[in-house]
Each structure stands twice: as C-alpha cells, then as structure tokens.
C-alpha cells in the first residue's frame, strides 16, 4: 500500500476561523513532509517530522501549526489565515528522513474568504 | 536561486509522437533526481527517478537520460498519449542532509489527439 490519504478534500474557511488538516499513511514511513503549492506553481517544502519529532521549518509563519501524534499521522493547524494563504497543501511520506523517494497524498484545496 | 531549471514551460505534442521535458541542476550535491505527473487538483505521483551513477533508466514507455557533467536530465515519453496531459516536475535532492525535494517550475504536457 503505496497511499497518503488527506483530509478533507476542500475547505474553506475565514480569516478568524480555526481548522485542522489531516494525513494518514500506513507504510511505516517515519519521514512525513507537508508543502504548499499555489496554482501553476511547483510544490514548496514547509515542514517536516522525522520519527514524530519537527526536524525543518522552512520560516513558515505562526498561524500554521504542525503536529505529529503518531507516525501514522500528520496534522496542519490553521489559524487567522490570509486570502493569500489560499492554496493547494500536499502531505508527503519517506521510509526515514533523508530517503529521497517521497510518495504525495491528493491534497487539501483551501480556499481563506 | 533557482536551482533546478525545467523546460519548457508548455508542451504541445501529437498523439503517438515522443514528448521531451528537460531540466539542469546546479547543486552537485543532488544525488536523485526524480519526476512527477500531477493532473489538475490532484496531488503529484512519482513517475521514475534516477541517480547520477546510471545514464538512462527506462520504465514503460518513460526513459530519463542524465548528463551529469552537464548537470542535466529529462523526460522523454514514448508514443505520447491523451492520457499524458498533465503538469511534469523534474526535481532533486540529497547533500548535506536536505531534506525536501528541490522542483522545477514545471512543464503543462498537452498530447493532442
């Protein structure tokens, strides 16, 4: 099983709302990554956790928060977002940090009102 | 600094025709260079990697060539088909422990039939 899964599909929210994103992977990868990546654009690193542990933030601002329960699971915190933080968020799996092959799950369409 | 510079931006190929999609890196730290599809508001799928001690690597009807004294590597799809219109990535990692993968701009692959 070769699959990220990512929840929910779409969501849209306001400037004062708070919300979560969720990925799951069941690989026993211990290597999870999240990027952003806008419309016609290539994908952008924000961060990653290796064996549950936030190993890089790529100076991605405050009102995202990364979380890592476990090593199956991946969650980005969202809060106070701007309109420009409308965008496409892909969450991605290795076998350990550092191991090249990284498999992508479909992404999140967030769109900030 | 731009470090995996991917062309051309836009692709338009017959059906049946060879596709060619080619990128340069200037890190010579980059030890695996791998491509992505990615088909509108999905996430992008690993198509075939390389790593710079093989000069080709053939997978169906995709073959990635590598110069590496040349810093660069491309796509070539064989009997290009409708199904192939989608958004290409060529990207790099490995060196000095970086973790995410470093993409290219992309490239919009339409196969006309």
């Known amino acids: 099983d070769t699959e990220v899964t990512q929840t929910p599909k779409h969501l849209v929210m306001g400037m004062t709302n708070k919300k979560s994103l969720k990925c799951e992977q069941h690989?026993?990868?211990?290597?999870m990554y999240w990027y952003k990546q806008k419309a016609k654009k290539p994908p952008e690193l924000m961060f990653v956790?290796?064996?549950?542990?936030?190993?890089i933030n790529e100076s991605v601002p405050s009102r995202f928060s990364p979380e890592c329960p476990n090593s199956s699971l991946l969650n980005l915190h969202l809060h106070a977002l701007q309109p420009e933080d409308s965008a496409l968020y892909l969450c991605?799996?290795?076998?350990?940090?550092?191991?090249?092959?990284?498999?992508f799950g479909p992404g999140t369409r967030l769109t900030v009102l | 600094q731009q470090q995996v510079k991917q062309s051309p931006q836009s692709l338009i190929v017959q059906k049946g025709g060879i596709s060619i999609i080619n990128c340069a890196y200037e890190?010579?730290?980059?030890?695996?260079f791998p491509w992505y599809q990615q088909f509108p508001g999905k996430g992008p799928a690993l198509l075939i990697a390389i790593r710079p001690d093989v000069s080709e690597k053939k997978e169906g009807r995709f073959t990635i060539s590598f110069n590496k004294s040349a810093k660069q590597f491309s796509l070539h799809i064989m009997d290009s088909q409708p199904g192939d219109s989608a958004t290409y990535f060529c990207a790099a990692s490995g060196g000095g422990g970086a973790d995410g993968l470093t993409f290219g701009k992309g490239t919009h692959l339409i196969i006309q039939p």
């Open positions: 690989m026993g990868h211990r290597a």
């Open positions: 956790y290796s064996y549950e542990k936030l190993s």
């Open positions: 890190n010579t730290a980059f030890d695996y």
């Open positions: 991605a799996s290795s076998q350990r940090r550092g191991y090249n092959e990284q498999f």
